[in-house]
């Protein structure tokens, strides 16, 4: 047999990148199954209309730019961000906003940029927030935890009827009283009222609160499952969530009337989800250690600002678009410091 | 000693060592035919010495090193040369190299060979021979001829010995196997080297997965006198790449673009220091070496001391190899290692492991998916780089950015490629690029050596061109002097049979000299045609012009001194017209200061050309009173001659610098360009540089023997050589601006620019001392000159040495890498001083001679703390073996607690002794030295508080601003003296 020639090192690490996929994908089933338990069978049913939409928009695509279909199916690239964009969506989405955002995250935000790797914007972020402006109607009415509907008793909305609701074929108005405020809109929303008093009269914060701690913890042993599996670094979450907890921390001292607590701030809306499963998509972050704890920074800090002072309730979809513009930019400053060099080199000197 | 650091990064394979360790070293089969590679190391090939059909022992020389950076090649077995031509060659582009085949015969009969009596006994550069002569190369990484590295302690500092034995590649096991059985072996080759290099420290690192091996080690170590250290490591690849090594046992980096002698740090394998120790001891030469074989096409996988040049079949049939499960062959580690396509190629000196790969075992790459940035990558790269960005600039070809991102720093170690989930051949990216750039920039040093080459031949022309005109003029000059002189001569002494018989002899003279200079000239035509043309036989006919030139300038010469030689014959005549002469010259001079002053004056006409007639016309002068001087003094025309010899050395001597000057330049490019032609032209360099001393020698010495000369035209020369200090003086600033700016910035570029800042001062004060020296002989009181010049460089050395002694003091407590390099130039710039002293000493016996007898007393002291942190070491662990009742170890561990306790002791004792003998001296000369220490420190303190006032002062704007400066000063130099006298006593 004629012996091969290749180039070193003749070994490799029995990791891939789909191997890195399907980590993600996993860890995101704790905060799956919280979203479920509280708000009914809406997120399961995005998740699985995006994953099939997916991988048809990437089947599709990938056929008309004359690729190897399955081998770049196999990536599990398109799943995790269907995924992702399916537990950012309202339970419940109508059909066709997960379509127009699957669309949009997989054919514009991903291959139209070149695919995998060279797309400088999160797929799924840059979905969401296309849908949040575009829609804003379908995507603000958020699900009620259970216990605002139903009291202690654990009761949701039947699956076949979720779907239903999601597809169009039951009456919207029963889906009316399924939906309500988030807490993050009772927060921004208030006419007035001190924190504190909010706090005590709008029902999503005064008993409903509870089903967003639980997601979010959810949300939290997934990303510590995936530092644990080393597949991304404590650097971002750390920044994200720290910067965060730093910046409501200073309003809270400072007016406790008038800001929310940072606690809140950390629990509510998406942070969790936003910190570990978003913040941390390697394509679209920075890349050194030092890199990713300035971009982490800048979204705690950005979601911070848009909350309190843009908008629209929820910001991570915003903070983190605009962190991944900056990316490339702090790549460029964060140069580790080489073995043998006095010190990091900085910027693009001798290059253009 | 034995703390540990860590480098950034690293991996972990899987290791499969176990499968090749269960066996003994077993000895390989001598093959029928042997390929022996004539370059097996890094550097020029060895040229052969045998021939086809020649019968050679074991152990011969079959080829000799060739160059500075070679080694010779010796037969691994005895036979007959069947063959000398180019056989495929371990090498990772597959090429082919020429090789020496020996069909052997199979008694393997050796060469009569036997090793050193004592190798203590010989003079270092002996040592050093003999092991390049026994074929020595580093046997674990590029193959670097050894002997080279053990001159490193010639001209560095080495401090610290670093022997490689982690093995961190998978697989490989050579090493492992050697020091279970051979442990002795390597201990004892470190003893070589370290006699060599005299390093204060020496320090084994090893992975902690050979714990046989660390045993083996730790028995055979005990034997040595060397303050020795073995680091145990954890296993984490590439901990054995020399400067992750480097990093890891001493928490040093060595800085990029330079070598670890740089940081007084060498690095040697273990396989290397054995073979040092079969050759020095047993006279053996490099010709075999222990070979793992490994991989699951092989039934027997172990470990084979094999001859260097077994053709690899040999080996693999030897473990039983599967051919059909043989899918890939792999010289060297899974990472870092190459592969080969044909089994009949020969192993070589670096050779450490072959790997007979199943296709289960090492699968093709699978296809790469598109970087996902995961930066895993940048997370394991042990050079701390970023190897996605370079990934992505290889690929894009944006090569200044990759170099930018110091792609040159990458290892190829291979580990980023390992992680990368989208199995990107990431190191096959940075060989490509680096090997454009390398390609670019070699076109760019081509294009810009055509130009210089231009260049310079245009400026050649052009001098030659002017050299005609100037050559020209003068003998204008010459003919109508002649003219002058003969109808002088005609007028005052009609009868003059002497100088009339001299006369046919002068006309032959003038038509010899013209008939050359024409042949000269059509010479230079001819050669200049050539150089247009670039034809071939240019250095002929340049060698013709040369001699023309010779003999043109001989004839003109036997011309001119037939012309000159009449005038003894009438010295009075002469002397009156050189009075003439001379007179003339100063009216003339006069004029032309007039004239000078009036332009300038009226600011018109052309002043610089006035000003350049000036200087001529005072030169003229000059000469004119000198002559008339000479010729009343009834002085010989020696002294002129004596002079003219004095330009002609100076001229020499100058031309020799130049040179020097040039290849030292062209060496630092190459230097920096990682050349290898690097060796050879610094010992290129240092030839030179010993023609240029020789030359100024000599200068030096024709100089003294002609004072008379020098006073002569002092004053000029004076001025020209302040000119020459003024200059240098400016040269040294920018330089040493220039290196502030880099050093700020972190520059690599640094030390170099240290070592030309400091070639610059040299040559500053060069240029001072021979201008004090000019100047000294016109005051007429050269001694005390000399002192006071001595007495100032002492001090301004010694406010240097402080100076650095501060930075030092400053580098140590932040712990920078660089204290040590800065440790070397304060010991440096302290020996200076006491050169100084010692000189000043002699020159005006002021002060008392300095000690003789050299000892380190710092170095005393290193020893002392080594034995004492190793003497606690010892004894904790025999403290912890106490409590826990083992009673083996205990014994072990006392025995090695008295031992390391007397060593303690020994130091001590050493160093107070030391001490002690300058108490003594220092009370011999009536001078308490504790008291002085107390002095000095009182007298520093001094220093601060006026230097304190003094700012404030400043700040404030007192008024008795002087006063206090003046006490500061006074202060200052308090403290300066109490200093040195303490430094005489302390160190
Ligand atoms: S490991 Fe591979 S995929 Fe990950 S950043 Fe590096 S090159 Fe890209
Ligand atoms: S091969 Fe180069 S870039 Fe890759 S890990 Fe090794 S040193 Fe770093």
Redesign the interface.
Same mark, same amino acid.
């Given at each position: @047999?004629?012996?091969?020639?290749?180039?070193?090192?003749?070994?490799? %690490?029995a990791?891939?990148?789909a191997?890195?996929m399907r980590l993600v994908a996993l860890a995101t089933l704790p905060g799956l199954a919280a979203m479920t338990f509280f708000f009914g069978w809406g997120t399961i049913i995005n998740v699985m209309w995006a994953c099939l939409l997916a991988v048809g928009f990437e089947a599709c695509i990938v056929k008309i730019r004359k690729r190897p279909l399955g =081998?770049y199916l196999k990536?599990y690239?398109a799943i995790v961000t269907a995924l992702l964009l399916g537990l950012a969506l309202p339970p419940f989405a109508p059909w066709w906003i997960t379509l127009v955002g699957v669309f949009v995250a997989i054919v514009i935000a991903k291959h139209l940029y070149g #695919?995998? +790797?060279?797309n400088p914007f999160n797929p799924a972020m840059v979905a969401y927030a296309l849908l949040l402006v575009s829609f804003p109607v379908q995507m603000t009415s958020w699900a009620e935890p259970f216990v605002l509907t139903h009291g202690d008793s654990w009761q949701v909305l039947e699956f076949t009827q979720t779907l239903g609701a999601i597809f169009g074929s039951v009456d919207p108005a029963l889906i009316d009283m399924y939906t309500g405020a988030t807490p993050l809109d009772a927060m921004r929303h208030r006419g007035g009222l001190t924190t504190e008093e909010v706090w005590r009269t709008v029902p999503v914060l005064a008993e409903g609160i509870g089903a967003w701690h639980a997601v979010s913890a959810a949300y939290l042993m997934g990303g510590v499952f995936l530092i644990y599996r080393?597949v =991304?670094?404590l650097h971002t979450p750390a920044a994200v969530l720290g910067s965060l907890a730093v910046i409501s921390s200073i309003f809270y001292m400072l007016d406790p009337y008038a800001f929310a607590d940072p606690f809140f701030h950390l629990t509510a809306g998406a942070t969790m989800l936003g910190a570990f499963f978003i913040a941390t998509d390697?394509?679209?972050?920075a890349?050194?250690n030092r890199g %990713?704890i300035i971009f982490g920074i800048g979204i705690g800090i950005l979601i911070y600002v848009i909350r309190g002072w843009g908008g629209y309730p929820d910001a991570i979809a915003f903070a983190v678009l605009l962190m991944n513009l900056c990316a490339p930019f702090i790549?460029q400053y964060t140069?580790?410091?080489?073995? #043998?060099?006095? %010190?990091a %080199?900085r910027g @693009?000197? +001798? +290059?253009? | 000693m034995s703390t540990q650091f860590s480098f950034h990064g690293g991996v972990h394979p899987p290791e499969n060592k176990h499968r090749t360790t269960g066996l003994s070293v077993q000895t390989a089969p001598i093959p029928a035919e042997l390929v022996v590679p004539l370059s097996q190391h890094i550097g020029a090939p060895s040229e052969i010495v045998v021939a086809i059909g020649d019968k050679v022992l074991k152990g011969q020389v079959i080829a000799e090193a060739a160059g500075r950076i070679s080694v010779n090649v010796h037969a691994p077995s005895s036979g007959t040369v069947v063959a000398i031509e180019k056989r495929a060659v371990p090498h990772i582009s597959g090429m082919q190299a020429p090789c020496i085949i020996i069909e052997t015969d199979g008694e393997d009969r050796w060469i009569e060979h036997q090793g050193l009596a004592d190798y203590h006994t010989l003079p270092k550069q002996e040592l050093i021979d003999f092991v390049r002569h026994h074929g020595i190369s580093g046997m674990g990484g590029a193959g670097f001829p050894t002997d080279v590295k053990l001159h490193l302690g010639d001209d560095h500092i080495v401090n610290t010995l670093v022997i490689n034995a982690m093995e961190c590649e998978p697989y490989i096991t050579a090493d492992d196997m050697l020091l279970r059985e051979h442990s002795d072996k390597v201990i004892k080759g470190i003893e070589v080297i370290a006699h060599l290099l005299q390093p204060s420290h020496v320090m084994i690192g090893i992975e902690d997965n050979k714990p046989q091996a660390i045993r083996a080690l730790e028995l055979a170590a005990k034997e040595t006198k060397l303050n020795l250290d073995i680091v145990v490591v954890p296993t984490v690849y590439p901990s054995g790449g020399e400067k992750q090594l480097i990093k890891l046992l001493t928490g040093i980096e060595v800085p990029t673009g330079h070598i670890p002698a740089d940081v007084g740090i060498v690095c040697q394998n273990v396989g290397t220091t054995a073979a040092i120790y079969d050759a020095v001891f047993d006279g053996i030469p490099l010709i075999s070496r222990i070979v793992t074989l490994a991989g699951e096409a092989l039934a027997q996988p172990h470990n084979m001391r094999a001859l260097i040049g077994t053709p690899l079949e040999v080996l693999l049939e030897a473990a039983e190899i599967n051919q059909n499960a043989l899918y890939r062959l792999v010289i060297g580690g899974p990472m870092m290692g190459f592969t080969v396509e044909s089994q009949s190629i020969p192993m070589i000196k670096t050779t450490n492991c072959i790997i007979a790969a199943s296709y289960e075992e090492m699968p093709p790459a699978p296809p790469a998916n598109p970087c996902i940035r995961c930066g895993i990558c940048e997370q394991v790269c042990p050079a701390e780089l970023l190897p996605q960005q370079l990934h992505w600039f290889a690929k894009g070809k944006e090569f200044d950015k990759a170099k930018q991102h110091n792609l040159f720093d990458c290892i190829e170690c291979g580990a980023c490629s390992y992680v990368c989930p989208s199995n990107i051949p990431l190191v096959q990216y940075y060989r490509f690029a680096k090997s454009e750039i390398r390609n670019e920039e070699a076109e760019q040093r081509k294009a810009d050596h055509a130009r210089i080459r231009f260049e310079a031949r245009q400026a050649r022309l052009e001098q030659e061109k002017a050299d005609k005109e100037a050559r020209r003029k003068q003998r204008a000059a010459d003919a109508a002097k002649a003219q002058a002189v003969k109808k002088d001569k005609a007028a005052t002494s009609p009868d003059s049979d002497k100088a009339k018989s001299g006369e046919p002899d002068l006309k032959a003279l003038k038509t010899a000299a013209a008939v050359s200079r024409t042949k000269l000239k059509k010479a230079q035509k001819a050669l200049q045609n050539a150089q247009d043309k670039e034809l071939d036989g240019q250095d002929k006919l340049k060698a013709t012009v040369a001699e023309l030139e010779v003999k043109a300038e001989a004839a003109q010469q036997a011309f001119d001194q037939a012309q000159n030689a009449p005038a003894p014959a009438a010295p009075v005549l002469d002397i009156k017209q050189l009075k003439t002469n001379a007179a003339v010259a100063r009216t003339k001079l006069k004029q032309a200061e007039k004239a000078l002053d009036k332009a300038e004056t009226s600011g018109e006409g052309d002043i610089e050309a006035l000003r350049v007639k000036l200087s001529e016309q005072q030169a003229k002068t000059v000469a004119a009173q000198a002559a008339y001087d000479n010729a009343e003094s009834g002085g010989v025309a020696a002294n002129s001659v004596s002079n003219e010899k004095l330009e002609g050395l100076k001229a020499d001597m100058e031309a020799a610098l130049g040179k020097v000057n040039k290849a030292q330049k062209a060496l630092d490019t190459a230097i920096e360009g990682n050349s290898p032609a690097v060796e050879k032209m610094k010992a290129g360099v240092e030839k030179l540089q010993a023609k240029y001393d020789t030359l100024k020698a000599e200068y030096e010495s024709t100089q003294n023997l002609a004072p008379t000369a020098a006073v002569a035209v002092s004053s000029e020369q004076v001025a020209d050589l302040k000119a020459d200090m003024d200059g240098m003086a400016a040269k040294v600033e920018k330089a040493q601006k220039a290196l502030d700016v880099a050093v700020e910035s972190g520059s690599p570029a640094a030390e170099k620019m240290k070592a030309g800042v400091e070639k610059l001062q040299a040559k500053y004060e060069a240029a001072k001392d021979e201008y004090e020296k000019a100047i000294s002989p016109l005051n007429s009181v050269p001694l005390s000159i000399d002192l006071e010049g001595l007495k100032a460089d002492i001090e301004a050395l010694s406010g240097k040495v402080q100076k650095a002694q501060t930075a030092l003091a400053a580098a140590q407590s932040s712990g920078s890498p660089a204290a040590e390099k800065m440790k070397a130039g304060v010991e440096k710039l302290q020996s200076k001083l006491d050169d100084l002293h010692q000189e000043y000493a002699q020159a005006g016996g002021q002060l008392p001679e300095p000690e003789p007898e050299v000892i380190d007393p710092k170095a005393l002291k290193q020893q002392v703390s080594i034995m004492r942190t190793k003497l606690k070491k010892a004894q904790q662990a025999l403290e912890t073996a106490n409590e826990q009742g083992d009673a083996e170890d205990l014994s072990e561990l006392n025995a090695e607690v008295e031992r390391l306790t007397s060593l303690h002791d020994e130091a001590k004792a050493a160093f107070d002794a030391y001490e002690k003998t300058q108490v003594d001296k220092a009370a011999a000369e009536g001078i308490d030295l504790k008291q002085l220490k107390i002095d000095a420190a009182m007298a520093r303190a001094a220093v601060t508080k006026a230097e304190r006032a003094a700012k404030k002062a400043r700040e404030e704007k007192v008024e008795d601003l002087s006063g206090i400066e003046q006490q500061l000063v006074v202060a200052q130099q308090e403290a300066e003296h109490l200093n040195q006298t303490l430094s005489r006593f302390t160190d």
């Open positions: @047999m004629a012996l091969i020639r290749t180039s070193s090192p003749h070994l490799h %690490k990791s891939s990148t191997d890195v =081998f990536d690239s #695919g995998l +790797g060279q080393k =991304f670094t390697p394509v679209t972050s890349t050194s %990713k790549d140069q580790p410091r080489s073995y #043998g060099h006095a %010190k %080199k @693009m000197k +001798g +290059g253009a | -």
